[in-house]
C-alpha cells in the first residue's frame, strides 16, 4: 500500500531564516505531487504541483519554492521567511492524469517569530 | 464566486442526532467529487469518490450521495468520535486533474 511521509511534523523558525520541508511517497511510481498551505477557516491553497522529476508548477507567486530531486520526493523551500509563511502545510500526491483522489500527509506546523 | 461551496460552515450536533452536510458546484462537466475527513492538527483523509448523478457510497456512520449540482454527506446517528472538519472537492471535466477544495464544515458532535 502507499504511504506519505511529511516532516517535520512542528517547526518554529525566526523571520529571515530559511526553510526546508520534506515530503516522500513510498508504493507508487511516478505520482503527481503536490504542495498545500493551510489557513484556519480558508481551505486548502494549492502552492506547487509537480507530475515528474524536476518538472514544478507553481500557482501562486510568493517567498517559497518546490523541486523535486526524485521521483517519490517532494521539497518545500524558502530562503528567508517572512511572517506571512506561518501556516499549516500539507503534501499529497495522486495518480498521474487520473480520476483518483488525493493522499495527504499529517502537515507540518510553520510558526515564524 | 467559488466553485465548490460547503455548507453550513459549522455544525453542532448531539450524539443520536443525524444531520446532512452539504456541498454545491459550479463546474461545467463533472470528473469527480471527494469528501476529506480532517482532525484538527492532521492531514485530510480521504472518504469518497463520487463521479455520476445518482451515485451513493456508505462507510460506517456516513453516506454520500451525489446530484447534478450538488453532493451530500448524510451523518446518521453521529457519534463524539465524528466530530472533525469535511472537505468536498471537485474535479472539472476536460480541465486539470488538480481539485478544487471547498472550506470544510466544521462539525461538532456532544456527547
Known amino acids: 500500500s502507499q504511504t506519505i511521509h511529511q516532516w517535520p511534523a512542528t517547526l518554529v523558525q525566526p523571520v529571515g531564516s530559511p526553510l526546508s520541508l520534506e515530503c516522500t511517497v513510498e508504493?507508487?511510481?511516478?505520482?503527481?505531487l503536490y504542495w498545500y498551505r493551510q489557513a484556519a477557516g480558508r481551505g486548502l491553497q494549492l502552492l506547487f504541483y509537480?507530475?515528474?522529476?524536476?518538472?514544478i508548477s507553481s500557482e501562486v507567486p510568493q517567498n517559497l519554492s518546490a523541486s523535486r530531486p526524485q521521483d517519490r520526493q517532494f521539497i518545500l523551500s524558502s530562503k528567508k521567511l517572512l511572517l506571512s509563511d506561518s501556516g499549516f502545510y500539507l503534501c499529497?500526491?495522486?495518480?498521474?492524469?487520473?480520476?483518483?483522489?488525493?493522499?495527504f500527509g499529517d502537515g507540518t506546523r510553520l510558526s515564524i517569530l | 464566486e467559488d466553485q465548490v461551496t460547503q455548507s453550513p460552515e459549522a455544525l453542532r450536533l448531539q450524539e443520536g442526532e443525524s444531520s446532512s452536510l452539504n456541498c454545491s458546484y459550479t463546474v461545467s462537466g463533472l470528473r469527480g467529487l471527494f469528501w476529506y475527513r480532517q482532525d484538527p492538527g492532521k492531514g485530510p483523509e480521504f472518504l469518497f469518490t463520487?463521479?455520476?448523478a445518482g451515485e451513493e457510497k456508505e462507510k460506517e456512520r456516513l453516506k454520500a450521495t451525489l446530484t447534478k449540482k450538488e453532493s451530500f454527506l448524510h451523518i446518521t446517528a453521529p457519534k463524539p468520535e465524528d466530530s472533525a472538519t469535511y472537505l468536498c472537492?471537485?474535479?472539472?471535466?476536460?480541465?486539470?486533474?488538480?481539485?478544487?477544495f471547498g472550506r470544510g464544515t466544521s462539525l461538532i458532535v456532544h456527547p
Open positions: 509537480s507530475v515528474g522529476i524536476g518538472q
Open positions: 463520487l463521479y455520476s
Open positions: 508504493g507508487t511510481s511516478n505520482p503527481n
Open positions: 499529497a500526491w495522486s495518480v498521474t492524469r487520473s480520476d483518483q483522489p488525493q493522499h
Open positions: 472537492a471537485v474535479q472539472e471535466e476536460g480541465g486539470s486533474y488538480i481539485p478544487t
